[in-house]
Structure formats: structure tokens, C-alpha cells
């Protein structure tokens, strides 16, 4: 009985193994043709959502179409040579393991691309789509060319202002004075400068906090350097120690270009 134990066992390991070498070499997913239109813009962000960084221009897609998984992924090969920027579209790949929640597929790509003017060509084996856009320090604004199977979401992306951040501030109904009551301390202790967006295109900060009774509009400001905001923590510190000890349900949230963070419920 033992050696036919053994015999077992071992049969039951070389079995195991091989499933496992079967399995690994089994594509993770499986490649759909697209359905209905793609949308994409040009988004700055950054290639750590949790570390300071400068910002990094993507491109990015994603379906018309929505899934039953929010993590189908487009497949292309992008090529930026020159002035050209040549993105295939490969198809829609669908995940073996499906987070389940609906949503369109994505897709993301970092690229380095100086300032200047730019042919975009979109296309897979039966389409091509042009463009034409432009990069500044300011924005990246596309223009419509000759288009079918393709669509920008934004004509204008704005960048990030250098030396800039976002005010976010939301509370209990009752408390709303302290969103400016905060922040007129903080223009009486740092040099700032208020600013606006252009009401068209879309622009990279939030704006407006969520998921208080009262969301305050976002604000945006320019500060004079990385020394004077960096005070902005104990700025936020010091009044939240002297008013907001008794005080709940509210948060506030500092943001600048460089992806620096202050939020008021982690000092």
C-alpha cells in the first residue's frame, strides 16, 4: 500500500506540473475586433498617481462600447517618428480573470513629445483616421481633419501650469465657512495668485471635492516657489489643531503640478 501511495503521489505531482506549464503558456487573454467608435484624448498625468513627479503627456483610448469588465484592455502599437505619430489599433483584449463592474475598454501610453505640430494617424486593417494637434507649454489642441471610426473626446487638453495647485474643500452643510475661512488664512501667510481655466476643453485638476453636503468649486492658484508651498502642511496643521478639533465631516485637499499632496485628514 505504501509504494502504490507513493506511485499515486507522484503521478498526482507530474500531473500538477504539467497543468501548471499548460496553464502559464495559455494566453492570459483573448483578442476581440473593436465594435463601434474610439474616443481619445491627450491627458497629462504621471507615472506614479503616489509620488511627486513632473507631469508626463499620455494618450489615451477607449471605447464607445461598454463590457461586462471594467478591465478590457485596446491593444496598439503607437510610433512617434518625427512629426508622425502612428497609432494601430490590434483589437480588444478580453482578460481571463473579469473585474466585474461595467465599463469600456482602455488603454494608456505615456509618450515624449516636445513642443510642436503633430500628424496623428488612428487606424487598423479596414480604417484610417487623421488628425492634426498641436503641443504647447500650455495645451494640446486637436484639429479635426478626416475621421470615421475614431473621435477626440477633448479638442483642448490643458497642462498643468507650472507652480500651480488646486483647492479642494467640502464639508457639512452647516460648516461650508470653513472652506474660506481656510483658505483666506492661507493667502494671508504664502504670496498667491488666483487663476482660471478657459470654460472649453478639459483641464487636468479636479474640479470640485466629492463626497461631502457641501462640495466647494475648485480654485486654483499660482504660488511664487517649492519653498512657499511647502508650508502649506503646516499652515493646514496649525488650523486644523485650533478650529477643527470639534469638527467633523469635512475635507480639504491641496494639489499642485508636481503631484504634491496636503490632506487634511492625514496630518
Known sequence: MKRTYSGALI???????????????????????VEGKLLFNFSESYENYYKAGIPVI?????????????????????????????VYIKGIQAPNICMTAIGP??????????????????????????????????????????????????????????????????????????CNDFLDTLKSRISLQEFTFPDSGKIPYPTASQGHYYDMPARYFYYKDETDFN???DILKDYKDKYLQNKSGYGIQIINWFNKKFYSWLL
Open 11 to 33: 503521478f498526482l505531482l507530474l500531473f500538477f506540473l504539467n497543468g501548471c506549464e499548460y496553464l502559464s503558456s495559455d494566453p492570459v487573454y483573448k483578442t476581440l475586433p
Open 58 to 86: 499620455y494618450f489615451n483610448l477607449k471605447t464607445e462600447k461598454e463590457y461586462g469588465c471594467v478591465n478590457y484592455n485596446i491593444s496598439t502599437d503607437i510610433n512617434l517618428s518625427g512629426n508622425n505619430l502612428d
Open 105 to 178: 475598454a482602455t488603454s494608456s501610453t505615456s509618450l515624449d513629445i516636445p513642443a510642436g505640430n503633430y500628424k496623428l494617424i488612428l487606424h487598423d486593417d479596414n480604417f484610417s483616421d487623421a488628425y492634426h494637434f498641436s503641443v504647447s507649454n500650455k495645451s494640446i489642441t486637436i484639429d479635426q481633419d478626416n475621421y470615421t471610426e475614431t473621435k477626440p473626446m477633448y479638442r483642448v487638453n490643458w497642462r498643468y501650469p507650472k507652480n500651480s495647485f488646486v483647492y479642494l474643500c467640502g464639508s457639512l452643510t452647516e460648516d461650508s465657512s470653513i
Open 231 to 233: 508650508k502649506i502642511g
